[in-house]
């Protein structure tokens, strides 16, 4: 079989990680996750997000640096759950945005992220799942978990409006677009079968990109 090297990407509560996790355990591929046990500076920065967000952000360019060049490398086919070129064009530019990541710190930043995603593999697609605001809101209340009290509407649509500015100028593979508010592939195989006939239908090259 083809080695495939596929990234999830998407805003938070949408389903990222329960996507990698049983693609992974369905097909048989490597899957990765983002770094939180282990993150040194995660509880610092929910503390206070000014004093930390450039150390979280330089940790966090790392780990996936790290893990995409693993994943890529694997003789088995992988999927990620989160990708490097959310944690620059989301999750640093929000802080940016907010004030807590400032111009020196981010400009820096950026530096260094463009110097590390030129020399990286491309992937061979990109998933991007996403949902309505409400709905993501909903799902991480029900998953309560503690560092994630915080969230707003408001934050999760900041969220939004990114993503959408970056995936329209994105070029490194194609990705296929997945709305995943009717969609529990966590509860209902069928859901999952769907989303594996895009994704396979989508490596093959076929048109279909969108999936409601």
Known sequence: MTKRF???????????????????????????????????YLADFYADMRQWSFHLQVFFLGHRAEQHLALANLSQSAIADRSIYEDAHIFARVLHHLG??????????????????????RPDLMVYLTAPVPVLLERIRKRARPIETGIT??????????????????????????????????????????????????????????FD
């Not at 807590?100 to 593999?121: A, C, G, K, M």
């Not at 490194?172 to 069928?190: A, E, G, N, W, Y």
């Open 100 to 121: 807590n990541l400032n111009e020196r710190d981010y400009e820096s930043y950026r530096h260094v992220y463009e110097l590390i995603v030129s020399t990286l593999p």
């Open 6 to 40: 596929i990234l999830v990407a998407g805003n938070i509560g949408v389903g990222k990680t329960s996507l990698a996790e049983r693609l992974g355990g369905r097909l048989g591929w490597v899957s990765g996750f983002e770094s939180v046990a282990d993150n040194p």
């Open 153 to 210: 509407a408001e934050y999760l649509g900041l969220l939004d409006t990114f993503y959408n500015d970056w995936l329209s100028d994105f070029d490194l593979c194609p990705v296929l677009t997945i709305r995943t508010q009717q969609l529990d592939f966590v509860h209902h195989s069928h859901h999952l079968d769907t989303v594996i006939e895009r994704i396979e239908a989508q490596l093959a090259g076929r048109e279909e990109v969108v």
